[in-house]
């Protein structure tokens, strides 16, 4: 059964919601424009994280990705549940710029516009390559990612490490909480419940992370208000 989503596109997946807004206005807000003056060099860091919350069999998956992405550090709200996931998916649906309400899915920049809405942020900006998302994760805290999400990603491996390979199975929203330089990898959260992957997490490559920033992927980082 395919499920119609709001840009004309379909998925065999209800949970692969994402859809590419693409708004060249968003260049203007790099991340490295939030980066404090000792940001000077990479560094590795990880952001603890609330609960692991599960959008079940519903396309919610960019509400799901910019909850996550409020009750984790360094600004937790733990007052954030999955209800709260499910209203940011509902109002970033009336903010971006499909029409119609009976089809699925949204864009990032919607849900980003939604949280703002909703004022737990002042701001949003973006990291459009790797150097920029790995200084982002490291100093300003967890990123929101819209990529497509490949077959190869479905089962994570015994580290939890998932490779972009196979056939799209749809677009994802989903948070990057923790950069390692050393081992080159980023710590993920995904929006499927503990029974998925690690306890709901997972792992990506910074070469896997490069091919899926340059095909249609998005990486929002939010400044928040305390």
């Given at each position: 059964?395919?499920?119609?989503?709001?840009?004309?596109?379909?998925t065999k997946d209800a949970r692969f919601?994402?859809?590419?807004?693409?708004?060249?206005?968003?260049?203007?807000?790099p991340v490295r424009a939030l980066m404090p003056t000792k940001a000077t060099k990479p560094r590795s860091y990880t952001w603890s994280i609330g609960p692991i919350?599960?959008?079940?069999?519903?396309?919610?998956?960019?509400?799901?990705?910019?909850?996550?992405?409020?009750?984790?550090?360094?600004?937790?709200?733990?007052?954030?549940?999955?209800?709260d996931a499910l209203e940011f998916y509902a109002l970033a649906q009336t903010l971006d710029?499909?029409?119609?309400?009976?089809?699925?899915g949204t864009s990032v920049l919607a849900g980003a516009k939604a949280v703002k809405q909703k004022g737990y942020v002042s701001a949003y900006h973006w990291a459009e390559s790797l150097?920029?998302?790995?200084?982002?994760?490291?100093?300003?805290?967890?990123g929101v990612m819209g990529t497509w999400w490949w077959s190869g990603m479905m089962r994570p491996a015994v580290n939890g490490a998932v490779t972009p390979t196979?056939?799209?199975?749809?677009?994802h929203a989903w948070l990057i909480n923790g950069v390692n330089l050393r081992a080159k990898l980023f710590f993920c959260v995904n929006s499927w419940g503990t029974g998925w992957g690690k306890g709901g997490k997972f792992v990506v490559t910074f070469d896997d992370m490069g091919q899926?920033?340059?095909d249609a992927g998005e990486a929002c980082f939010f400044k928040e208000i305390k």
């Open positions: 059964m395919n499920i119609h989503l709001r840009d004309g596109s379909t919601g994402r859809l590419y807004e693409a708004d060249p206005r968003t260049r203007s807000y919350l599960d959008q079940g069999q519903t396309s919610s998956c960019v509400g799901h990705a910019v909850a996550h992405r409020l009750i984790a550090r360094p600004v937790v709200r733990p007052e954030i549940t999955g209800k710029p499909w029409p119609g309400e009976d089809y699925e150097d920029d998302l790995i200084m982002g994760v490291g100093y300003l805290g967890p196979g056939y799209r199975m749809g677009g899926l920033l340059a």
